[in-house]
């Protein structure tokens, strides 16, 4: 896959995403997609995407049946990674099967906004966490590490600061900012896209042995999808590994 080249780069904001080394010698096979774009938009998903949606939707539902997700291995790998940092993934599920296990549960999917409803097409489509981060409050960049315990949190719907529990996995910005805690479990309300969200980055994730190629057609998706119906103004992507973990 090539970056994307139809806008000369905007020097002047350089989004940073990488996996610390302690991450890479627990997990090393971590497969993660990465986008940084501006200039996009977000709010009611043209009729167009809504249509997609609701396709993808009635199309995972089919495809998965009355298959347990944790036979999934996509799925399975998830939950292999988050007792690999000493959580219970029954009782904090990685994003992509709480996604899947409200759709088989309940039929289907709110439709948010542009931006959430793209990453939430692509995330059941692969069985893969995607995720969606407003860019306005992270400074100096993101990297996935093993909590000290100290970062700040602010959960959706609350109005309290918290922090991370010693040795989860975080989302982190170089202030002690967390986007994300339990690797994909959940992410900040700060960082959670608005209607004046305007500069994004998508992960994509997964530790399976198909990692690599359902990452990059997950990845293939998205850019796709943003192209489509968020406008953005310029689009950089890249595919990390333990070999190639960080994105700049």
């Known amino acids: 896959m090539r970056p994307d080249r139809r806008v000369p780069c905007d020097t002047s904001r350089v989004a940073r995403f990488q996996y610390d080394a302690p991450i890479l010698e627990r997990f090393p096979a971590i497969v993660g997609g990465v986008i940084h774009a501006t ?10 995407l809504a249509d997609a949606f609701r396709f993808e939707c009635s199309a995972a539902r089919a495809r998965i049946g009355d298959l347990p997700l944790s036979s999934i291995p996509a799925l399975a790998a998830w939950r292999r990674a988050f007792r690999g940092f000493g959580v219970d993934p029954t009782q904090y599920r990685s994003a992509a099967e709480a996604l899947l296990r409200r759709l088989t549960k309940q039929g289907g999917l709110p439709s948010i906004s ?14 893969l966490p995607v995720a969606v981060f407003d860019q306005r409050g992270i400074v100096g960049g993101t990297t996935v590490r093993f909590a000290r315990g100290d970062e700040r949190w602010e959960d959706l719907g609350s109005s309290t600061t918290e922090h ?5 996995v975080i989302f982190v910005d ?12 959940r992410q900040s309300a ?20 198909a990692a690599r190629e359902d990452v990059v ?32």
């Open 174 to 185: 170089d202030t002690g900012t967390v986007s994300a805690r339990r690797w994909c479990w």
């Open 114 to 127: 542009t931006l959430v409803d793209i990453a939430n097409l692509v995330s059941i489509r692969h069985a």
């Open 217 to 248: 057609r997950g990845l293939e998706d998205l850019l796709a999808l943003l192209h489509a119906y968020a406008g953005p103004a310029h689009v950089r992507h890249a595919l990390l590994t333990q070999r190639d973990p960080a994105f700049d």
């Open 39 to 48: 200039g996009v938009s977000n709010g009611v998903p043209p009729q167009a």
């Open 190 to 209: 700060p960082s959670a896209a608005s209607d004046s969200t305007t500069e994004v980055l998508l992960t994509v994730e997964g530790h399976h042995e």
């Open 164 to 168: 991370p529990e010693a040795g989860e």
